[in-house]
Structure formats: structure tokens, C-alpha cells
T-cell receptor
Framework: GQQVMQIPQYQHVQEGEDFTTYCNSS?????IQWYKQRPGGHPVFLIQ???SGEVKKQKRLTFQFGEAKKNSSLHITATQTTDVGTYFC?????????????WGAGTKLIIKP | KAGVTQTPRYLIKTRGQQVTLSCSPI?????VSWYQQTPGQGLQFLFE???????NKGNFPGRFSGRQFSNSRSEMNVSTLELGDSALYLC?????????????FGPGTRLTVT
């Protein structure tokens, strides 16, 4: 079954409001990746986090990797219509020697008109 | 640098038939992963090939199979198609194994089974 839980499934925000999606794993992750899929498009790589407690920023996007490397978050400040899409996290379990990525179910960001 | 290409882009098949989808990775990439995506669903991992060897496999029935050639191009095959196989099939390539390498996705093949 799914081992990386991503919440919420959907988030409706007014343009200009903030948005956050969370990923939680039952086991320690070696690394976590974030992807964005625009409506009708394919997933596009955003970032990879590797270190415990790591925080990375890309303009209005802030990515965090938890101290225990079991959770991660993506926060968008002051959303814009260009942020619409589904955000996926994907992580590799530390003990998995096959380097398989485990994907979250995604959070769909919807901007209310 | 050319991106990941997938052919065909659209396909309509009848239940019971089989289908083969093709993926050409970015030049130099050795890993190709395949995913199934249905409306409103996330990405369901099918399998990953690295240097012609299947490294990982998702929870799909044996009707779904794949292979990778020496030039890293990959194909996936679905035999005895079912209506539930209608989906967008995405492939992604990466320099190293997907578990620690950035993946680049192709535009997908939209398969409709009638």
C-alpha cells in the first residue's frame, strides 16, 4: 500500500493566499522529490531534498525536509494563477536498496475566481 | 537537448487486444520509469528499467510488461486489454536510478480501451 501520505487532497485558495501541502512517511526517507503537474500536462521536477532539516527556496516556493526525514512540506506564498496544478512528493525509503521512489497521491491546488 | 518522447500520443484499442507503447529518453539517460495515471488519480508506478534491467516493479498484473534496449529506449506492453486500462501512460527518464535522480517526464500516451 501507499507509504507516503500526502495531504490535503485538494486545496482551494483565493489568489494571493498561501498554500501548503504535506507529505508524511511511515519510515525514514533517504531523500524526497517534489513535482508539479499543470492541468493537461506532465509532471515537472521542482526540487530534491536530501539533508535532515533542509530548507530550500525557489522564489515564492519553500520546501522543507523534516529533522527525522519522515516528512516534508511545500509552501507557496501569495499564490498566483500560474501555480494551479497538482503537486506530488516522491521519496525513497532509506532501507530500500533498489532506490524505488514512493509517490504521494498529490495535492491539487485550485485558485478560486 | 531533446526531451523525452513517447509514441504514439493517442491510441484507441478494443478490449482483449494488446498494445505496445514506446519511450525515447533524453540522450545519456539510462533509467526509464513507466507510470499509469487515471483521471483524478495520482501516479501509479509500473516499473523502472536501468541499463536494460528491470530494477523495480509496481503492483500491476503480469499483463503489463516492459523492456529496455541497449540505446535506453523502452517499450511497455499491455496484453489482453481491459476497460480499466484506459489511462494516460507516462514515461520518465533520469541519469541514474529514479530514487535519487531528477526525472524528466514525456508528454504521455493516452490509451482508450473500448
Amino acid at each position: 500500500g501507499q507509504q507516503v501520505m500526502q495531504i490535503p487532497q485538494y486545496q482551494h485558495v483565493q489568489e494571493g493566499e498561501d498554500f501548503t501541502t504535506y507529505c508524511n512517511s511511515s519510515t525514514t526517507l533517504s531523500n524526497i522529490q517534489w513535482y508539479k503537474q499543470r492541468p493537461g500536462g506532465h509532471p515537472v521536477f521542482l526540487i530534491q531534498l536530501v539533508k535532515s532539516g533542509e530548507v530550500k527556496k525557489q522564489k515564492r516556493l519553500t520546501f522543507q525536509f523534516g529533522e527525522a526525514k519522515k516528512n516534508s512540506s511545500l509552501h507557496i506564498t501569495a499564490t498566483q494563477t500560474t501555480d494551479v496544478g497538482t503537486y506530488f512528493c516522491a521519496g525513497r525509503r532509506l532501507e530500500d536498496s533498489n532506490y524505488q521512489l514512493i509517490w504521494g497521491a498529490g495535492t491539487k491546488l485550485i485558485i478560486k475566481p | 537537448k531533446a526531451g523525452v518522447t513517447q509514441t504514439p500520443r493517442y491510441l484507441i484499442k478494443t478490449r482483449g487486444q494488446q498494445v505496445t507503447l514506446s519511450c525515447s529518453p533524453i540522450s545519456g539517460h539510462r533509467s526509464v520509469s513507466w507510470y499509469q495515471q487515471t483521471p483524478g488519480q495520482g501516479l501509479q508506478f509500473l516499473f523502472e528499467y536501468f541499463s536494460e534491467t528491470q530494477r523495480n516493479k509496481g503492483n500491476f498484473p503480469g499483463r503489463f510488461s516492459g523492456r529496455q534496449f541497449s540505446n535506453s529506449r523502452s517499450e511497455m506492453n499491455v496484453s489482453t486489454l481491459e476497460l480499466g486500462d484506459s489511462a494516460l501512460y507516462l514515461c520518465a527518464s533520469s541519469l541514474g536510478l529514479a530514487g535519487y535522480s531528477e526525472q524528466y517526464f514525456g508528454p504521455g500516451t493516452r490509451l482508450t480501451v473500448t
